[in-house]
């Protein structure tokens, strides 16, 4: 166990809706970064947080949006779901410039 | 264009079998390479490394970096079949940006 807790862990929707993923970090962790996980592939950055400003981002377009709160817990929102954005949500939890990072269990997000 | 390049991409073993798995990289400001190991959903922690030419061990695993031919590799003895999982090779940016490679699939039979 990392200490790192997502919710929910499955989640189902339809194309167009939107959607909130929610992370509570590691404690003492003040980083929180999200990656996408689509089957047989490995994680992709998406973006991070740290001190509730993102402090980074990968190629994924606006729709895909987030946060960060005083207590380091953050969350992810996909705008306009599309088919694709079906995968494993993982967020993981760090000290700033320390490297390791924890993962929580994942989001699993199917789009229909 | 940073990328991370894992080899083999799958790897069926018995119990008891040596395996070695490859990580190569290309990444602008590298500050470190770290191993993870994914069973189910949550990847988990094996090994950082940042230096050159010094192994870290865990057990029956090991790994060890080359910063100067752009590579690492994991060493997984003795293989039991607790050991089957993809396993993840990761660069750090100093951006703590983390680029990962696509796994390596490993499956140990008994």
């Known amino acids: 166990e990392t200490g790192v807790t997502q919710s929910p862990t499955h989640l189902i929707k339809t194309r167009g809706q939107q959607v909130t993923l929610r992370c509570s970090s590691q404690s003492g962790h003040n980083t929180v970064s999200w990656y996408q996980q689509a089957l047989g592939q490995g994680p992709q950055f998406i973006f991070q947080?740290?001190?509730?400003?993102?402090?980074g981002r990968g190629n994924f377009p606006p729709r895909f949006s987030g946060l960060q709160f005083p207590n380091y817990s953050s969350e992810l929102n996909v705008n306009a779901l599309e088919l694709d954005d079906s995968a494993l949500y993982l967020c993981?939890?760090?000290?700033?410039?320390?490297?390791?990072?924890?993962f929580g269990q994942g989001t699993r997000l199917t789009v229909v | 264009e940073d990328k991370v390049v894992q080899s083999p991409l799958s790897l069926v073993v018995h119990e008891g079998d040596t395996v070695t798995l490859n990580c190569s990289y290309e990444v602008t400001n590298f500050r470190s390479l770290l191993w993870y190991k994914q069973e189910k959903k949550a990847p988990t922690f094996l090994f950082m490394l940042t230096s050159s030419g010094i192994e870290k061990k865990s057990g029956r695993l090991s790994s060890i970096l080359d910063k100067k031919e752009l590579f690492s590799i994991l060493n997984i003895t003795a293989t039991q079949t607790g050991d089957s999982a993809i396993y993840l090779c990761?660069?750090?940016?100093?951006?703590?940006?983390?680029?990962f490679g696509t796994g390596t699939r490993l499956q140990v039979f008994p």
């Open positions: 993981a939890s760090s000290l700033v410039r320390q490297g390791e990072a924890f």
């Open positions: 947080y740290y001190r509730e400003e993102e402090n």
């Open positions: 990761a660069v750090e940016r100093d951006t703590d940006k983390l680029i």
